[in-house]
């Protein structure tokens, strides 16, 4: 179901505060498919998007609250709207204008259909008043209006009963009835003149009645056909043009809304080089201390030789040096260029670009004598000559080539190229996952930091031994996998009699287990 938000508008509230003693007359309702914020609609003056007028049918009045009914029909309507507000306009008795005293909005509209979708459509509802102080409530009421759809019916459809005279009828079924009823004459009767207020009327024929002063006046006043010119040639100064070429001139005007670069036709138009995106031809001085960050619109800018030392936000290179400066913003994106107009270094200009206060760092551009004709030079701004690219090209070796051993003086040749990718012999055979030869422990060296694959020969002064294993001398293999490291002791003591007990045990990056007797007999 709809729900209508009904509003007292602040020139209706106006209105009310000079009632009393007044007459408030409704002038019209009209209709509209926008809407604005419930808190905005005391302060609308019209209509948002109005479509058309609505006919009032019908005002009625008790005490405060004048009742007023509204139908509106689609009869012209060539496309379907949204009924969303509608407003009704009142004024006072002695006000010459009226002002939008009450308007209502839908927040679920209805659909007005287009008189093709549904003919004869009507749209018909009440809209209560809330009134105070006026003397009397009075509505322009438009007795043509139409009923609601579903409820009109031809003549020939009336077929039972007689229309009472306050439905348009005569109450009766017969002439003589009627007339009764409607307090009419009878059929044949006779009147003076002066019983039917044609007192002044005698039987001068029409072509003998006298013109009016009024008329005649009127008629002075009228142009001869032959008087109006009907082309667009003629210099005559006392007679007047054709509504016909009226049309040709209107047709072939420019809408005073049309416009140029946003400004309108109606006056003399001077175009500046923004309007027309161009960069202006006049330079502009930049005042000493300014900071080159905060030029951002489209033009030519210079700071004097004065000033030079003062300006902010230059490249160091071209301190203290007199410069043009060259702006171009596009849409928030500026680009700056500063071109030294002294004659030193060549020919530089250095750019850069910002964008939302974020600028990026000077770039010096690339303009004929900063290009490098030789292979010495350490600057690492500028480009080099194409020539000396040839040089380079001729020179360089063919992408297929060998070398000699004795060229190969530094890196490592990794293990797919037939190297072990290693420059010391311990990480090679890690690299090449193999077991080193036989080597001395030193004396007191920890087992716990032997983690090198390798076999090593040890002492009893080597510690971390097997507890217990009275070793005095043995042979450790070390055999390591990524973190994992594996420990195996054979142990060679020979008095008095031979010892053959083997001990392991591992290691997982953390910690060492404890050594386990793997011995067998």
């Known amino acids: 179901m709809s729900r209508w938000k009904c509003v007292l508008t602040a020139g209706g509230a106006a209105l009310l505060a000079s009632a009393p003693g007044n007459i408030l007359r409704i002038t019209k309702a009209v209709c509209g498919a926008g809407s604005v914020p419930e808190n905005e609609l005391a302060n609308q003056t019209a209509l948002t998007n109005s479509k058309q007028e609505m006919q009032i049918t019908k005002l009625s009045a008790q005490e405060n609250v004048s009742g007023i009914r509204l139908q509106l029909h689609n009869n012209g309507v060539g496309q379907a709207f949204d009924l969303r507000q509608i407003g009704i306009f009142g004024k006072l008795n002695q006000n010459p204008e009226d002002v939008l005293y009450m308007i209502l909005q839908n927040d679920t ?72 009823s409607l307090g009419a004459a009878a059929a044949v009767h006779s009147h003076t003149p002066g019983q039917v207020g044609l007192g002044n009327v005698d039987n001068t024929s029409d072509a003998n009645k006298p013109v009016s002063t009024a008329t005649q006046t009127a008629l002075d006043a009228k142009i001869p056909k032959a008087d109006i010119i009907n082309n667009l040639t003629s210099t005559v100064t006392d007679k007047p043009l054709s509504a016909a070429q009226g049309k040709v001139l209107g047709d072939g005007k420019v809408p005073i809304s049309r416009t140029v670069n946003g400004k309108a036709l109606n006056v003399d138009i001077t175009l500046t080089s923004s309007d027309v995106g161009a960069m202006p031809y006049s330079y502009t001085r930049i005042p000493a201390g300014s900071d080159l960050n905060t030029y951002i619109t489209t033009g030519r800018y210079y700071y004097h030789y004065d000033d030079r030392d003062t300006i902010i936000n230059v490249p160091s290179i071209l301190s203290g040096t007199y410069c043009a400066l060259y702006v171009s913003n596009v849409n928030g994106r500026v680009i700056q260029e500063l071109v030294p107009t002294t004659n030193w270094s060549g020919a530089r200009a250095f750019v850069r670009m910002g964008y939302l206060g974020e600028w990026s760092s000077w770039d010096e551009e690339l303009r004929g004598t900063s290009v490098i004709d030789s292979l010495t030079s350490t600057n690492a701004t500028r480009p080099l000559s194409a020539a000396q690219g040839k040089v380079l090209n001729d020179g360089k070796a063919p992408v297929s080539h060998s070398h000699s051993a004795s060229n190969i003086n530094s890196g490592t040749l990794p293990i797919v190229r037939g190297g072990t990718n290693a420059t010391t012999q311990a990480d090679a055979l890690i690299s090449l996952k193999a077991m080193g030869e036989f080597g001395d422990a030193s004396p007191a060296q920890n087992l716990n930091n032997l983690k090198t694959t390798g076999i090593y020969f040890i002492s009893s002064a080597s510690g971390n031994l097997p507890s217990g294993s009275d070793i005095d001398y043995g042979i450790l293999e070390v055999f390591k996998i990524d973190i994992f490291v594996i420990q195996r002791l054979t142990n060679l003591n020979n008095d008095p009699t031979p010892q053959m007990k083997t001990y392991q045990r591992g290691y997982r990056g953390d910690a060492w287990s404890n050594w386990k007797s793997i011995t067998m007999s």
């Open 109 to 180: 509209p209805d659909v007005i259909p287009s008189e093709n979708e549904s003919p004869n459509y009507v749209y018909e509802c009440l809209v209560n008043l809330i009134l105070g102080g006026a003397e009397s409530v009075e509505a322009n009421v438009d007795t043509a209006a139409f009923s609601t759809v579903g409820h009109t019916h031809d003549a020939a459809e009336i077929i039972s009963g007689t229309l009472p005279l306050n439905r348009g009828g005569t109450g009766a079924q017969d002439a003589a009835g009627a007339r009764a």
